[in-house]
């Protein structure tokens, strides 16, 4: 396999078709992930998520997250949801497009955040591999194994977009 970083690029506005309707990933008392949907689009694949965390797991999901405006603070680190994604011969990490938790996820209240990350081609094979974690929060790396079936946009050159 071929490292590849998947780039955060929005997707298409019109013309996708869901192709996996979403599935639990992990689940906790206080922390739940899943696959909300994957949807299909002629030129990617569009892998939506929902994470919610409560308790001290949201605060550490907030520290994470916060604004790093001090640039003398040392400890100034940021984390976020790891998504690594294998395609077909390519298999790397996903930048998230639009990562920013809920409003509602500020404050004493539970954190929710919603990201998608972009994945520029179909796999021919018809699955992918999904390595989710964020370990500061507590969530262990956690695999999947997606099964979407053929493209339904059987004229795409798959792969066109995945090598930029």
Do not use: N
Not at 26 to 42: I, N, V
Not at 67 to 83: F, I, K
């Amino acid at each position: 396999m071929r490292r590849h970083r998947w780039p955060a690029l929005a997707p298409p506005t019109t013309g996708g078709v869901v192709v996996h309707a979403g599935m639990p990933i992990a689940a906790d008392k206080d922390l739940a992930l899943e696959l909300s949907a994957a949807t299909a689009f002629a030129s990617g694949l569009l892998l939506r998520f929902t994470l919610c965390v409560s308790g001290v797991r949201a605060d550490f999901a907030r520290y994470e997250t916060r604004a790093l405006t001090d640039p003398g603070d040392w400890s100034a680190q940021w984390s976020y949801l790891a998504v690594r994604v294998g395609a077909d011969d390519l298999d790397g990490f996903a930048d998230p497009f639009h990562p920013t938790p809920d409003p509602a996820s500020q404050g004493s209240r539970p954190y929710r955040t919603t990201p998608q990350y972009w994945i520029g081609t179909y796999p021919t094979t018809g699955s992918l591999t999904v390595t989710t974690g964020w370990p500061q929060v507590g969530l262990h790396p956690t695999s999947v194994t997606l099964t979407l079936g053929p493209s339904p946009f059987p004229t795409t050159a798959s792969g066109s977009d995945a090598r930029r």
